[in-house]
């Protein structure tokens, strides 16, 4: 007894990433205008870095065009992305667009372009799946090194504060290690001094050097 696809078979034809390319009728150069907003499933790309948030909406325009050997799909994507720069972490927002071009071929086709299942995307049930396309285009054309903007100056490596927010005469004074030891003994004595915390020089009571005969003749 055959299985029963009906259900996935409905599910299916709920999800937003098929597109039913019944009405191009397998009649070569016909063509069918796409354009729609698709939210994404998960989110694209790499966490804490650069993301397209799970939920966001992907604009597509695409041309479903009918060739002999299947579906070719053209157009563009457009999607929102989060993330923070790379430089400064500053949290930031913007968006992604990638050109898309796709052939779906039909099952029975048999071209030296569509003979690899797993190479060439498929017409099934004269349904196309725009999923993979998308997220692979999306995901390869996310920035590896995302930044707020291009003259972005980081971040100062002595304090950890944005270049941006601090005098034009910032620095961080530095230290040969080999002085090191010597600076923080030279502050430390410093400070006990402003403290009053250093032994001063005692002086001497009266009458408590020796005469000084040589002074007062007494060995005359």
Known sequence: MPEDNSGQDRRDARDPWLLDTHELGRRPGSSLPVRREIPVGTALGVPDVITVPEGA???????????VEGVLVTGSAVAP????????????????????????????STTDETTDP??????????????????????????????????????????????????????????????????????ESEAQVADGSEDSEPSAPAGSFPDDTS????DR
């Open 57 to 67: 909406p992907v604009s597509v325009d695409l041309l479903l065009e009918s060739v």
């Open 81 to 108: 992305t989060e993330g923070q720069c790379s430089r400064c972490l500053d949290p930031m927002k913007g968006t992604v667009e990638v050109d898309l071009t796709e052939l779906f071929a039909y099952p029975d």
């Open 118 to 187: 797993d190479e060439v995307s498929r017409v099934v049930d004269d349904r196309i799946d725009l999923g993979p396309l998308v997220r692979d285009a999306v995901v390869l054309a996310l920035p590896l090194v995302p930044l707020c903007s291009d003259d972005c100056a980081g971040l100062c490596t002595g304090c950890g504060v944005k270049w941006a927010d601090l005098d034009a005469g910032h620095g961080h004074e530095t230290i040969d290690p080999r002085w090191a030891a010597l600076v923080e003994r030279l502050e």
């Open 215 to 218: 002074a007062n003749g007494s």
